[in-house]
DNA sequence: TTATTAATGATAATTCATTATCATATAGAG
DNA sequence: CTCTATATGATAATGAATTATCATTAATAA
């Protein structure tokens, strides 16, 4: 059976108020702004059971550590900030049609698309 | 000093010859199948010297190992085989302009596509 | 050819993210 | 309210990639 706890409902605040992909130690610090004792095993338990339930979806850095965002957003590409590491969403597809440029035989299924640069708070920090 | 030894020519050959990128553990094998007694150690440390040197750059996967490729290559996006997990190269670049969906004052400096899907190998054996 | 010193190979150690363990706490059924 | 099974928190263990160690090998300067 599936318990309701605050550790669960807060985790779940917290993806739903982020608006960005976090990390399992951004999702640790955040919700131990609301339960301090709240220890890393759950954060990591309940992204799994998130997963699981089709709440949640991971977010595969190139280079970085696994995060995740919510699942059932609308198709978009992310950006990750080269100075404070955060990634953050970009609305919309960015990609012209693949398969003009494909070796013969390929069978494209997905993609993915990447920035990389400052964003807005690191860039007015370190210009 | 740097000495020519038969194990850094022939790792160098095997990035040549590859015309894509590579795994630390792909090298060892297509080494070995020249020099079988190549140990990883001298992989991993002939791979970062490539790398010091600038021969080498690192192509960092989305959920995946680092792989490496001849540095100074074309502009150009890579493909993962979700079957045989093999990285291959897309030539030429598929994005359209990323500025006009980036939030306001975020600064992009790079960018990467990751195609993902079945190689032609793989296509044919998993119809 | 010899001496020296960098490179190698085998393997131990490290690192970092994640998972397992287990005693305790607690949600929720009755 | 009481009971029981699930969830939690602390921490140990794991796994995978990479790096360090060190005795041995071998490239190259003299």
């Known amino acids: ?12 605040e917290v993806f739903q108020a982020a608006r960005r ?6 999702v640790l610090q955040r919700t ?7 220890g890393q095993a759950t954060v990591y338990r309940t ?11 991971p977010v595969l850095q190139p280079g970085g550590v696994t995060c995740y965002e919510l699942a059932g957003l609308d198709h978009h590409h992310h950006f990750r900030c080269r100075r404070c590491t955060q990634v953050f ?9 693949p398969r003009k440029r494909m070796p013969q035989g390929f069978k494209v299924e997905d ?9 807005q708070a690191c860039a007015k920090a370190a210009p």
């Open 111 to 119: 993609h993915e698309v990447w920035l990389f640069g400052l964003c």
């Open 1 to 12: 059976m599936d318990r309701h706890t605050a550790q669960r409902q807060a985790i779940r």
């Open 32 to 38: 131990a702004a609301r339960l301090p004792q709240v």
């Open 21 to 26: 992909p976090l990390s399992p130690p951004e």
């Open 89 to 97: 969403d970009i609305p919309g597809c960015l990609l012209g049609d």
């Open 47 to 57: 992204i799994n059971r998130l997963l699981e339930e089709g709440w949640l979806r």
